[in-house]
């Protein structure tokens, strides 16, 4: 039995959504991506803000001109315009990463990630920490396991359900992420490679049931082809670069332009994928998105290059050691972005074709080596070609400006072309125009020999929104994918496909949700819908979901809540092994009440929020009666970890749901916290008065009152900030992450944000400098997840380690990092691999804070005083508890200066006495004397206990420390 979805929603009324059979909230199809032929907006350069913005406006004007309405989201007056989403979660990205400026710096880039790959692993530090049997003896009470340190793990989605089946497919069947490339082995159906955007190449031999990823030491993840040596299918060759996602035909943005130099270019493997090389490593700017091998001459590649200087057509004649293209070929054909290898003529050579850009396509009968330009094709704008499976004189095209699919014939004798319309009745899915809404984000076509009334044809294949089949390929056209109806056969954005060679029945098609298998059934008589069936769990367990943003139960490590690309909102309700899926569209920010965990928040594009109580059984709509300003594409979320656990919602300004009234409060304190977007906001465990809020725009706010009033902090780089972690037990000490590049991407503050300290590090210890978008820390431990992976830091930020593939991460953006006390993990959400959870020593004077009374003990600041003969450590502790303490004793503050050993204090135990409930007093340490010249950095360890009055308990306290010597 289907899920039975009922509900009512109109502008201003929130009603319940009461489902049967399934614990799976679904919220309405809105803002999917459809739009009539309208015309083409004006060139702009979408690797910059400004450009993109421009176009995207250009782009709605033009929409509008030609008709399409917008869609207002239920329950909110924020309006839609359906067909331009790609570029509004592009733009939003965009700005981001490249505030203050107008485009991303990838030479900052390309440095960070040599940095990384030259950096000390982080886990023999991790290592070490674990072997601390004082700290794991009380780490033992925190949850999780303490006793060792282990690799990061993969923990999905797996089975991720569909939300609802227009768009998304059939309801048993599962999603995961883009797929961009698809190839099978010469003789082996089951095994079959794909390329995925920002995931590298995965690999089955089994069909589908199982995937291993295998480019996952690739320096970055970016792809866009594979193929399999015909003649010895060991060689696999995977091409860099994200094409796809380059709408523009000028360079790369974020996606494409960090794999660029020598990151871009082809990734080759001997042995099946186990180990690899780059091959191809001198395009600027590029991406490799398609590649070919001969079958009849060993050894012959071509691979389509596109998006920058060195674009054009590639060709190998050594199996991939080397590459190389003609002077004259490179200014005949630029950005080439398909190449296509066709079947034997009467002769036995093969035709080779190659698009290029301007709505070029050329020839070559010498297998690459020389083209000719093939004339009177008509259309243009971008192009995608598909040789014939049945004839070597027969070329199909299809281009953007006028959507028309062409049939080529050529005169074997003359070499003259002849071209027919076969377009016929292409279907349009949902609406005028739209299913080309997309193009070139969505696009391809190919041909495959299929049996009809006994005969050999093409069938031509083209992949749009949907995907479409013309038996024959005569301008008959059959909608096989469905994807704009509730009978969708699989999910909507069609951006691959490939033929197995051994049999042209059997086939496999990638799309935003993944790869499904595709079966052509030869028909006697004139195919139909039934004739083709897609495999629709294939996608069950690979890892390529890209994630925006996630939030994590507090004690229960099998329960989160994610956001993802086009994937709705995957949650993990306590099966790791079966996902639902309580969402829509694009889903971005995500909550999990602490204090009551049932209660959780999720977001859809455009700034629609739903609720639910009783994780996801039932649900509803929440979203706020927007005032004037924009929600934006992304919406960011902050909880209150206290009771009863209000939600924060970012715009321009800051909005509050208050969870026991179940009203909404916006603009608190009537002040524009951003012209931009909001991004981080976080709420102080230990006072909920206490609320801090960093803007795409490089505004850093602090509120003492709950947003009644509002005091801009500075000192902070202009750069977007992306998170804000504040200490559980001190609502003044914060640490905060930021964007861009060109400075310091951790800052920390002991008194509120009244002064900041880079804790960045520096040199090729330090942290690269890389967007940065998530912080997380226990008392003694960074972490930080960055767009190149995961960064450790043991002393406080004084220098950093690289926690992602020495400890079994793929080397991928970190869109979400959170230590979870409660559960031992350390959790990640990454954009293009899915959840990883890393299990980890949490120190446990983390979780000693009581924000309700008793006294805690914390180190407010150290300052080192005194000469190099006598240095002296001047350490601040404060009672931010409520309750009294006594016997404050610091018993342990070893002393690192430059190349020194170690230093320990000479007049250890040091007791301060007592401290009253927010009382502070300094104590003064003294250390011997030190080598070292003025103005050294150093890291002092500090530990201590005191006795808590209440009940007489003792408690203890650590630290790490930077200091400075005078």
């Known amino acids: 039995m289907k899920n039975q979805v009922l509900f009512t929603l109109t502008a201003g009324s929130l009603l319940a959504i009461s489902l049967s059979l399934t614990n799976v909230f679904t919220l309405p199809v809105h803002a999917q991506k459809a739009t009539t032929k309208s015309k083409t907006p004006v060139h702009h350069d979408l690797n910059t803000v400004s450009g993109l913005s421009a176009y995207l406006k250009e782009l709605k004007l033009a929409k509008k001109a030609a008709g399409v309405k917008e869609k207002i989201l239920p329950g909110t007056n924020v309006r839609v315009l359906p067909g331009t989403g790609i570029y509004e979660e592009r733009l939003a990205r965009l700005q981001e990463r490249a505030y203050p400026s107008d485009r991303i710096n990838t030479d900052a880039i390309f440095r960070s990630i040599n940095q990384r790959e030259r950096m000390q692993p982080a886990a023999p530090a991790l290592q070490q920490r674990a072997r601390d049997r004082s700290l794991v003896t009380l780490a033992a009470t925190g949850g999780g396991n303490p006793n060792a340190v282990g690799a990061w793990e993969f923990i ?147 691979a389509a290059v596109y998006g920058g200087t060195a674009a054009s057509i590639y060709r190998s004649t050594d199996y991939g050691a080397t590459w190389s293209v003609k002077t004259a070929t490179k200014s005949l054909i630029v950005n080439a972005e398909d190449v296509e290898i066709g079947v034997r003529d009467a002769s036995g050579r093969r035709p080779y074709y190659v698009v290029g850009a301007n709505n070029r396509i050329f020839r070559s009968a010498d297998k690459g080596i020389t083209w000719a330009q093939i004339t009177g094709i008509g259309g243009a704008g971008r192009v995608r070609i598909a040789a014939s499976a049945v004839s070597a004189n027969i070329l199909y095209m299809t281009s953007t400006s006028d959507q028309r699919v062409r049939k080529g014939v050529r005169n074997a004798t003359t070499g003259a072309w002849t071209w ?76 691959s496909f490939a033929v197995f060679p051994g049999d042209s029945n059997i086939m496999a ?147 509050r749901y208050n969870e026991t009234t179940r009203a909404w409060q916006g603009h608190l304190g009537n002040t524009q916290l951003s012209n931009g977007q909001i ?117 406080s930020g004084l220098t950093w380690q690289n926690a992602t593939q020495p400890l079994g991460l793929p080397n991928c953006e970190i869109s979400a990092l959170k230590l979870v006390p409660g559960t031992g993990y350390l959790m990640a959400a990454t954009y293009g ?27 407010a600041s150290a300052t080192l005083g005194g000469t190099k003969a006598a240095p002296t450590l001047s350490l601040t502790l404060r009672n931010t508890g409520t309750g009294n303490t006594k016997n404050v004793t610091v018993t342990f503050a070893r002393l690192a200066l430059g190349g020194d050993p170690a230093m320990n204090p000479l007049n250890l135990p040091l007791n301060v006495g007592e401290l009253t409930n927010s009382a502070q007093t300094v104590a003064v340490l003294n250390y011997g004397a030190t080598t070292q010249p003025s103005g050294t950095a150093g890291l002092v360890k500090v530990q201590g206990t005191y006795v808590r009055t209440s009940d007489q308990s003792i408690q203890s306290f650590s630290g790490n420390l930077k200091v400075i010597l005078p």
């Open 156 to 302: 999905g989605p797996r089975n991720l359900t569909v939300p609802y089946t227009t768009y998304y497919g059939p309801a048993n069947s599962a999603l995961t992420g883009r797929v961009s490339g698809i190839a099978f082995h010469p003789t082996d159906p089951k095994t079959i490679y794909i390329a995925t955007p920002i995931g590298g190449i995965h690999k089955t031999t089994d069909g589908g049931t199982t995937w291993a990823a295998i480019g996952d030491s690739f320096p970055i993840p970016f792809t866009s082809s594979v193929a399999v040596d015909p003649n010895n299918p060991n060689i696999i060759y995977a091409g860099l670069g994200d094409h796809d996602y380059n709408i523009d035909t000028q360079g790369w943005w974020f996606g494409g332009a960090y794999n660029a130099r020598q990151f871009g270019g082809i990734m080759r493997s001997t042995d099946g994928g186990v180990t690899w090389d780059r091959t191809m490593d001198f395009l600027q700017g590029c991406a490799v998105n398609a590649i070919v091998t001969d079958p009849d001459t060993p050894g012959v590649v071509m």
């Open 420 to 495: 027919t319309d076969i377009t016929g009745n292409h279907p349009q899915n949902y609406g005028p125009g739209s299913n080309w809404s997309q193009v070139p984000y969505d696009y391809h076509m190919q041909a495959s020999a299929h049996t009809i009334n006994g005969t050999l044809q093409d069938t031509l294949y083209l992949g749009l929104i949907t995907i479409s089949a013309s038996p024959g390929a005569n301008g008959t056209w059959i909608d096989i994918g469905r994807t704009g109806s509730a009978q969708a056969r699989t999910h909507n954005d069609s951006h």
């Open 509 to 655: 098609v990638g799309n935003d949700g993944g790869i499904y298998g595709l079966t052509y059934t030869t028909s006697a008589g004139a195919p139909t819908l039934t004739s083709w069936t897609f495999a629709t769990r294939w996608n069950h367990s690979i890892g390529i979901t890209a994630f925006h943003d996630a939030d994590f139960h507090p004690t229960n490590p099998n329960i989160m809540l994610a956001g993802t690309q086009d994937n709705a909102t995957p949650a993990a309700l306590g099966d790791l092994t079966n996902w639902k899926n309580p969402g829509a569209g694009d889903g971005f920010g995500s909550a999990i009440n602490p204090t009551n965990p049932a209660i959780q928040f999720l977001t859809v594009q455009g700034g629609t929020i739903a609720r639910t109580g009783n994780s996801w059984v039932s649900g509803a709509y929440i979203t706020p009666a927007y005032f004037s300003e924009s929600p934006g594409f992304f919406t960011w979320l902050g909880i209150d970890p206290t009771a009863p656990g209000h939600l924060y919602l970012g715009t321009q300004f800051l909005w």
């Open 679 to 795: 991004r981080a906001i976080t709420v102080a465990p230990s006072n909920n008065q206490r609320l801090y809020v960093g803007t795409t725009d490089g505004k850093f706010w602090i509120s003492s009152n709950q947003g009644a009033s509002w005091t801009q902090r500075t000192g902070l780089p202009n750069r977007a900030f992306t998170s804000i972690w504040v200490n559980p037990i001190d609502p003044d000490h914060v640490r905060v992450a930021v964007g861009g590049t060109g400075t310091g991407h951790l800052y920390e503050s002991y008194d509120a944000g009244v002064t900041f300290v880079n804790i960045s590090g520096s040199g090729t210890t330090g942290l690269p400098d890389v967007p940065t978008n998530a912080v997380t820390c226990d008392a003694s431990s960074l972490w930080v997840g960055t767009d190149i992976g995961v960064f450790y830091s043991a002393d």
């Open 833 to 859: 691999r899915g959840m990883w959870r890393l299990p980890v020593v949490i120190d446990p004077n983390y979780q000693k804070g009581n924000p309700n009374g008793t006294g805690v003990i914390t180190i």
